[in-house]
């Protein structure tokens, strides 16, 4: 198989969040969809290898393809994960837990003006560990919001006992033009 194509897939694979079709594959190749499957039914039996098992392997699922944790180690990463949300949160964390908090209903692209950064990864960490989620929609973006299990943590009843930070953020109307009826 030619190392580029393979390393192509590899690279792709490792980002996506959903199976992609090989057609997706194909076109961002800039290869033939059959030398696509090719070689990813070539890396999907180089990863089953009995002899050098891994920690990922390469499924084809709903019409598309991605590289998942290999289920000879599920327990282990059941542990990792299980682990990992009842880790403390980072500083980006609780930067943007705050902004969420102060301002919701708020997007993410307008999180990440304020912040000044990319919040996806961040918002994603957030709402996996149940402290965000999405509470409506504008314009065609997620509007995010905290949730009771932010109360909860917090010690608070509701976003009322806030502490009075809000004066220190910028207005959402500052920020892109959007109505800041919401914020605290």
Same mark, same amino acid.
């Given at each position: 198989?030619?190392?580029? %194509? #393979? @390393?192509?897939?590899?690279? +792709?694979?490792? +980002? +996506? ?18 030398? $696509? ?5 070539? !890396? ?19 019409? @598309? ?10 327990? $282990?990463?059941?542990?990792? =994960?299980?682990?990992?949300? /009842? ?15 102060? #301002?919701?209903? $708020?997007? #993410?692209?307008? =999180?990440?003006? +304020?912040?000044? %950064? ?8 957030? /709402? ?40 220190? !953020?910028?207005?959402?109307?500052? $920020? ?9």
């Amino acid at each position: 198989m030619d190392t580029t %194509v #393979r @390393g192509s897939l590899e690279a +792709v694979l490792m +980002v +996506v969040s959903e199976p992609v079709p090989p057609d997706q594959l194909a076109a961002a190749l800039e290869i033939p969809e059959e030398q $696509v499957l090719e070689a990813l039914r070539a !890396l999907q039996d180089e990863y089953a290898d009995p002899e050098a098992p891994r920690g990922f392997e390469l499924r084809e699922v709903a019409g @598309g393809w991605r590289i998942y944790s290999s289920r000879l180690y599920a327990d $282990v990463v059941g542990r990792f =994960v299980v682990e990992g949300q /009842s880790a403390r949160l980072s500083q980006a964390a609780l930067e943007t837990l705050a902004v969420v908090a102060y #301002r919701q209903p $708020v997007t #993410r692209g307008q =999180v990440s003006q +304020v912040r000044g %950064v990319n919040v996806d990864s961040v918002m994603k960490t957030l /709402s996996a560990r149940g402290l965000v989620t999405e509470v409506g929609e504008t314009s065609g973006a997620l509007l995010y919001g905290t949730t009771t299990e932010f109360l909860e943590r917090m010690g608070m009843s509701s976003l009322d006992e806030l502490p009075p930070l809000a004066p220190f !953020l910028p207005e959402l109307a500052d $920020v892109d033009g959007a109505d800041s009826e919401g914020a605290r």
